[in-house]
T-cell receptor
Framework: AQKVTQAQTEISVVEKEDVTLDCVYE???????LFWYKQPPSGELVFLIR??????QNEISGRYSWNFQKSTSSFNFTITASQVVDSAVYFC?????????????FGTGTRLLVSP | GAVVSQHPSRVICKSGTSVKIECRSL??????MFWYRQFPKQSLMLMAT?????????EQGVEKDKFLINHASLTLSTLTVTSAHPEDSSFYIC?????????????FGPGTRLTVT
């Protein structure tokens, strides 16, 4: 069965600090996709990244970076020089199958609070 | 701009009444639509998978007679919460998945906050 674990319930940082959000997943499939979404207070999910199981290259997008380690079944997300606007709940999610966007299994989310 | 819309964005209803939530894909025809539910400060849980013209597939523990899903066209899926009770108060989010024309993307709607009094 699929499972996504985000052990950090809430993280508080001060602006400009770096912060890493952890995500550990379980799946029996060899083909799967991993995602990160941001959910600001408005509730709307903001897509951040999709990564397939065959691509272990780390990715950087501006202040965001992702570290995919199949050996430890982890897909961690780092925000560099955090800003107040980064305050939100961040969800890691998993989708099995080779089409990439079947139903998603979400982790429990990590609430990030960035204070000025 | 938004590619998936939901209507209404917020709804308050009395216990025992039914509420219909619409999910529309705005500029594409969705292969599949999904309905998720999110209780306050909790994660999103998949309720059902909906394909146009066929019956929805419900996740274990979701009452299909209570949460009626109609997927009448490739751009519209509706979720009706029948005989709503306060415990049905939640944030309902739909997503639309398109796998045609070289696209393979899933887009989430903005969500509908349901409060049952």
């Amino acid at each position: 069965a699929q499972k996504v674990t985000q052990a950090q319930t809430e993280i508080s940082v001060v602006e400009k600090e770096d912060v890493t959000l952890d995500c550990v997943y379980e799946t029996r499939d060899t083909t799967y996709y991993l995602f990160w979404y941001k959910q600001p207070p408005s509730g709307e999910l903001v897509f951040l990244i999709r990564r397939n199981s065959f691509d272990e290259q780390n990715e950087i997008s501006g202040r965001y970076s992702w570290n995919f380690q199949k050996s430890t079944s982890s897909f961690n997300f780092t925000i560099t020089a955090s800003q107040v606007v980064d305050s939100a709940v961040y969800f890691c999610a998993l989708s099995e199958g080779n089409t990439g966007f079947q139903k998603l299994v979400f982790g429990t989310g990590t609430r990030l609070l960035v204070s000025p | 701009g938004a590619v998936v819309s939901q209507h209404p964005s917020r709804v308050i209803c009395k216990s025992g009444t039914s509420v219909k939530i619409e999910c529309r894909s705005l500029d594409f025809q969705a292969t599949t639509m999904f309905w998720y539910r999110q209780f306050p400060k909790q994660s999103l849980m998949l309720m059902a998978t909906s394909n146009e013209g066929s019956k929805a597939t419900y996740e274990q523990g979701v009452e299909k007679d209570k949460f009626l899903i109609n997927h009448a066209s490739l751009t519209l899926s509706t979720l009706t919460v029948t005989s709503a009770h306060p415990e049905d108060s939640s944030f309902y989010i739909c997503s639309a998945w398109v796998v045609t024309g070289g696209r393979n993307e899933q887009y989430f709607g903005p969500g509908t906050r349901l409060t049952v009094t």
